[in-house]
């Protein structure tokens, strides 16, 4: 929609003789010269090999309509093209080349009002209400040391475009990490009673939910919790074999499973080791994935005196308890009182969806199966327990809008996360500014109130933007 109006702006100011733009135009061309005269490098939509830089900055590199590159006239005359001018609104943009200022530079790192840019802190947990809108930076190693499961893909888009693995740290995500903070310090449980155990964040595209589940998992390891972090719910739907389970009629994925007990393992296998087993019950088997069911054994007894860390070497090493060992860890982890722990699943709508398995009916027909209907889904997605839970809503995996009451999920789990107030676009907007994605000379609080307005707070839209400044 956004880009639909930019385009007609063009059109607009280009039918006016492909004049250069005046500083006061209408507001569509206006907009349109604003968005056209920014970056010195550019590259075709869809790919391609970076355009060489020009001399002069505000030229662009767009492909015409025959494919070759052709460049911007210094009185910002626009390349033809087949689609009309506005369609060299559809060039990505690359983020800017130039070096960047030391790390840390008391005399850049300045915020709205004055205010420090950066907070010097290794973790979330000082962070009080009156310390929000701060970005903490880390490097990248930081970032897979604490989260090896994987990072979110808006999060690596942010630091990519950004050149720096800062985030912000925002109210919404204060209260929910006070949230869960309230549930597991005694002292502070009980003096409140209006914490909850189940969360579910919903909100726009690009608000930030998969952000915030990261912090927010950031910070309980940090605090010595055990955190179960699916990072990708969607896989476990999707890819790799299924097999229909004839004990439980619901559907396995071994390699799925052989993935989440390995990533499980990597950040917390020294906890893990210290964990007993405390249910005895035997693993059942499944087939394996491509190797079929095991001859002469239907379940796995674990033996005695064997520990969480044993019981997931169990279903890493053998194909064909994979599934069961999930399924079981699910169970002992609900047992453990030791430490909090807390399960933190991104994508989660994906499980309230169809998978892209089928199950053939007819010879020449099959049924979609639903993620309701695979082991490890079915076994994970309940939210009606007494565990920590919270999962995040991902509308970039294109799912489509569920109904208001979720199966197996309290009536007032969902959370809707907000996308940026104007406090915190204005300091992104100075963060951008920092890290040279916006020209300080260009700088104004008109412009940077253009773009908030213009994207309606969505973050992935308001770094677009700010390279346009």
Request: aromatic share 10%; hydrophobic share 40%; net charge neutral.
């Amino acid at each position: 929609m956004l880009r639909s109006l930019l385009r007609r702006g063009a059109a607009a100011a280009a039918g006016a003789g492909g004049r250069a733009m005046v500083s006061r135009a209408d507001p569509p061309a206006a907009l349109a010269s604003l968005l056209l005269a920014s970056r010195s490098y550019a590259k075709a939509k869809g790919g391609g090999k970076p355009a060489a830089p020009t001399k002069n900055r505000g030229k662009v590199r767009a492909k015409d309509s025959r494919g070759a590159a052709s460049d911007e006239g210094a009185a910002g005359e626009f390349p033809s093209s087949a689609g009309g001018p506005g369609d060299d609104l559809d060039v990505e943009f690359e983020m800017p080349t130039d070096p960047l200022p030391p790390t840390y530079d008391p005399a850049l790192d300045v915020g709205p009002g004055g205010r420090p840019l950066f907070a010097f802190t290794d973790n979330f947990a000082s962070f009080s209400h009156r310390d929000a809108n701060a970005y903490v930076d880390f490097t990248l190693d930081e970032w897979k040391a604490m989260l090896p499961e994987g990072l979110p893909a808006g999060m690596m888009k942010e630091f990519q475009e950004t050149r720096r693995c800062a985030v912000m740290v925002r109210e919404s995500f204060l209260d929910l990490r006070d949230n869960f903070r309230r549930i597991a310090d005694p002292v502070i449980t009980a003096k409140r009673k209006d914490a909850k155990r189940q969360i579910v964040l919903d909100g726009p595209r690009s608000c930030g939910k998969s952000i915030a589940l990261a912090m927010l998992v950031h910070w309980a390891r940090t605090e010595g919790w055990l955190v179960f972090y699916v990072p990708q719910g969607k896989d476990w739907s999707h890819g790799g074999f299924f097999y229909r389970n004839t004990y439980s009629d619901l559907f396995d994925t071994p390699i799925q499973a052989a993935k989440i007990l390995q990533d499980f393992l990597k950040y917390n296998e020294t906890r893990l080791q210290q964990l007993p087993c405390q249910i005895v019950e035997p693993i059942p088997l499944g087939e394996g994935a491509g190797v079929g069911m095991m001859k002469g054994a239907d379940t796995l007894e674990m033996p005695e005196g064997s520990t969480l860390y044993d019981l997931i070497q169990t279903g890493i090493t053998h194909t064909h308890a994979s599934v069961g060992v999930v399924v079981h860890l699910r169970k002992e982890l609900s047992l453990v009182k030791d430490v909090p722990v807390l399960f933190a699943i991104d994508q989660y709508n994906s499980w309230f969806t169809f998978s892209e398995f089928q199950e053939p009916v007819t010879v020449r027909s099959c049924r979609p199966i639903h993620a309701k209907e695979l082991t490890m889904v079915n076994a994970y997605r309940p939210m009606l327990h007494n565990d920590m839970m919270v999962g995040a809503f991902s509308h970039s995996t294109a799912v489509g809008k569920l109904r208001e009451d979720l199966p197996d999920v309290p009536s007032n789990a969902r959370v809707m996360f907000p996308r940026y107030t104007v406090d915190e676009a204005e300091t992104v907007c100075h963060y951008y500014m920092r890290q040279k994605i916006i020209r300080r000379e260009s700088f104004s609080e008109e412009k940077w109130k253009k773009i908030y307005y213009l994207s309606n707070g969505n973050g992935s839209e308001m770094r677009w933007l700010a390279a346009f400044i």
